[in-house]
């Protein structure tokens, strides 16, 4: 253990106070990075270059040490004092894999019905820390599942199918997340809306239920 410091305090009268003053432990700096954060920036320094990392820790409400906000430039050197290696773009993500923005387009839909189909499971999507952003896993055949601009006759509205199922549309369209029932987007005016293909005797027996 270290010996700590003395030292004294001279007042205008003349008195003197004497302190003792503990010294600071061998390399341990006053303002250590939290080592979660460290960890963190680690995870997203695979994928993210260090603007967007930045982004991302302001939006989590994450500080320095020294309570200030992270930008790209104290993402770089948190970085470089923790040997966490890195680059200033992101890293080109695999061909199914987009973000929100680039789903949207390839599907002709908002941003926020990516993410909330994400949310229903109609669409895969990832992030590796609340706040980040996602990682949306689109296939051709999920295109082709999603835009589809027509239905064959007969096929029902999502609230139709429902109806005929005798369930609710959720339930319906966690059957059409697994697969269990089949569906497609159709363009309805400005909007898309779901088409389901419903065995045609099971919905004929639901139908005289509701008459």
């Not at 432990?25 to 990392?53: C, K, M, N, W």
């Not at 020294?66 to 004092?81: D, E, I, M, P, Q």
């Not at 973000?99 to 992030?127: C, D, F, N, P, Y």
């Amino acid at each position: 253990m270290r010996p700590p410091l003395q030292a004294q305090i001279h007042w205008v009268g003349g008195e003197v106070t004497p302190i003792t003053v503990p010294k600071g432990r061998v390399g341990v700096h006053r303002y250590a990075t939290d080592p979660e954060i460290v960890d963190l920036v680690r995870q997203l320094s695979d994928e993210f270059s260090d603007e967007q990392i930045a982004r991302i820790l302001h939006r989590k409400g994450l500080k320095t040490s020294k309570g200030l906000s992270f930008t790209a430039h104290r993402v770089t050197n948190l970085r470089y004092t923790h040997k966490i290696p890195g680059h200033t773009r992101a890293r080109l993500q695999k061909a199914h894999i987009h973000t929100v923005e680039q789903a949207a387009e390839r599907l002709g839909i908002s941003r926020r019905t990516v993410v909330h189909w994400i949310e229903l499971g109609l669409l895969k999507g990832s992030q590796i820390t609340p706040g980040a952003p996602w990682r949306v896993e689109l296939t051709d055949e999920d295109c082709r599942r999603l835009t589809a601009g027509d239905a064959p006759v007969g096929w029902l509205t999502l609230k139709a199918a429902a109806q005929a199922l005798g369930v609710s549309q959720q339930t319906v369209v966690k059957k059409l997340n697994t697969g269990e029932i089949e569906g497609i987007r159709v363009q309805a005016g400005a909007r898309t809306a779901w088409r389901i293909r419903v065995d045609s005797t099971g919905y004929d027996r639901q139908q005289t239920l509701f008459d």
